[in-house]
Antibody
Framework: QVQLQQSGPGLVKPSQTLSLTCAISGDSVSSTSAAWNWIRQSPSRGLEWLGRTYYRSKWYNDYAVSVRSRISINPDTSKNQFSLQLNSVAPEDTAVYYC??????????WGQGTMVTVSS | QSVLTQPPSVSGAPGQRVTISCTGSSSNIGAGYDVHWYQQLPGTAPKLLIYGNSNRPSGVPDRFSGSKSGTSASLAITGLQADDEADYYCQSYDSSLSGKVFGTGTKVTVL
């Protein structure tokens, strides 16, 4: 059974970097049939897809236009996990952040969610 | 922000049938991209309900069904039950944005 376990701080100061990790069990970050995504949810923006990383003979990344200049999603094959880094955060980046597995273009498994508040 | 529009709320009595619409455009649903549906109970992560327009993952009751036509898609819930009270979201891909997009969300209330 696939499980995704998120970890990371719940409070980040403005202009700093938000960093979250998603540990995978029951599947591999190097799977050639899945992709590994980050999604966030806030009352003002609803559910918002941020980006993904996936392996198809080599590693690929796709990022949402809204955060493309500030985001990095990286796999860690030694720990079977992937991470999110969002730079230069502002209060509007306050949200619940989810990691999710994408299979057949749908998000079929989700992490438990991490509430991240951007505040000084 | 969302490019997929859903009604904010729908309601029905136990046992009734309700439908939730998801309206897109020629750059997402109308372009042929698949629509997926999620159920989100309060305080929990979304759960995949329908994938590929009309397919149910293992364990999802057949009371839930999905369809797609033109630039829109729909989720139907038949035999409405109290534990169907939740928020429901559609999701697809948008070629103009080169990314995945979600609907605005619909709150289902069981009267």
């Amino acid at each position: 059974q696939v499980q995704l376990q998120q970890s990371g701080p719940g409070l980040v100061k403005p202009s700093q970097t938000l960093s979250l990790t998603c540990a995978i069990s029951g599947d591999s970050v190097s799977s050639t049939s899945a992709a590994w995504n980050w999604i966030r949810q806030s009352p003002s923006r609803g559910l918002e897809w941020l980006g993904r990383t996936y392996y198809r003979s080599k590693w690929y990344n796709d990022y949402a236009v809204s955060v493309r200049s500030r985001i990095s999603i990286n796999p860690d094959t030694s720990k079977n996990q992937f991470s999110l880094q969002l730079n230069s955060v502002a209060p509007e980046d306050t949200a619940v952040y989810y990691c999710a597995r994408e299979y057949l273009h749908a998000f079929d498994m989700w992490g438990q969610g991490t509430m991240v508040t951007v505040s000084s | 922000q969302s490019v997929l529009t859903q009604p904010p709320s729908v309601s029905g009595a136990p046992g009734q049938r309700v439908t939730i619409s998801c309206t897109g455009s020629s750059s997402n649903i109308g372009a042929g991209y698949d629509v997926h549906w999620y159920q989100q109970l309060p305080g929990t992560a979304p759960k995949l309900l329908i994938y590929g327009n009309s397919n149910r993952p293992s364990g999802v009751p057949d009371r839930f069904s999905g369809s797609k036509s033109g630039t829109s898609a729909s989720l139907a819930i038949t035999g409405l039950q109290a534990d169907d009270e939740a928020d429901y979201y559609c999701q697809s891909y948008d070629s103009s944005l080169s990314g995945k997009v979600f609907g605005t969300g619909t709150k289902v209330t069981v009267l």
